[in-house]
C-alpha cells in the first residue's frame, strides 16, 4: 500500500505542498475528491460529508429515533439499502467509514491524501508514510497572511 498522508494545520501551505508532492511521485492527489466521493456513496450532498454530519429535517430526526423501538414492525431496520450505514453506526462513524474506504482503495495503488484523518487512519499500515506539517502560531499566521492575502484578525479567525 504505497502513499503518503500529510496533515496540516492552518499556515503551513498543506493544499501547496500536498499537490506538488503528488506531482512529483506521480499519483493522484485526495483531497476534496474523498469527501465527493463520500457523498456519492451515502447520498448526502459534499457539504455534509465535509462535515460528516446530515442536514436532516426535525421530523425526520424524530421518526430516526423512533426506527430503532419499531424493531421488525413497520420494516424497521430489517432492509437495508445500498449505501446505507451499518447497523448501530452513528452518523460520524458512517462518514469516517466511508472516508476510510476511499482512502484505502485509492492507496491501494498509490495515493497522496491531504487531511481528512489519513496519518491516523493508516498508522498501522507499512509503505504509507505520514508527514505532518506545523509551525509556530505566529509563523502560520504571518504565512496564511501573505498566502490568502487577508489582514491578520481575519487569519487569526480562520487559525
Known sequence: MPGVTIAS?????????????ARELGLPLLDRAISV????????????????????????????????????????????????AAPNLDEADAFREQAEQVMRSALATG???????????????????RVRLFGSEQARLHHAMAFEQVDEPTAADRM
Open 9 to 21: 494545520s492552518y499556515g503551513t501551505a498543506g493544499s501547496v505542498i500536498a499537490p506538488a508532492v
Open 37 to 84: 466521493q463520500v457523498a456519492a456513496h451515502l447520498d448526502v450532498t459534499e457539504d455534509e460529508a465535509i462535515a460528516a454530519k446530515t442536514h436532516r429535517s426535525l421530523a425526520d430526526r424524530f421518526l430516526s429515533l423512533l426506527a430503532p423501538l419499531a424493531g421488525g414492525v413497520l420494516g424497521a431496520g430489517t432492509d437495508a439499502m445500498p449505501g446505507d
Open 111 to 129: 495515493a497522496v491524501i491531504l487531511g481528512r484523518a489519513g496519518g491516523a487512519a493508516f498508522r498501522q499500515e507499512p509503505g504509507v508514510l
